[in-house]
């Protein structure tokens, strides 16, 4: 159970700055720029992924060392 908890919270922890950055990025250049792409969710959610794999990967190390 602890290994889905820090999966959920890698994957929220690095959606959520991902999706802070782009959103306000965007925002900021879309002051300045006319055309300029929204926020790209496929971004997000790989960057999800990659914090649900560097929880498992802590959590599963905390269980080696003990």
């Known amino acids: 159970m602890k290994i889905v908890f820090k999966m959920l919270v890698g994957f929220a922890q690095y959606f959520l700055s991902v999706y802070l950055f782009l959103f306000l990025g965007g925002v900021i250049a879309a002051y300045f720029f006319k055309d300029f792409p929204t926020v790209n969710i496929e971004t997000c ?22």
């Open 45 to 66: 959610i790989i960057a999800g992924l990659v914090g649900a794999w560097r929880g498992r990967i802590k959590e599963l190390n905390k269980r080696e060392e003990k």
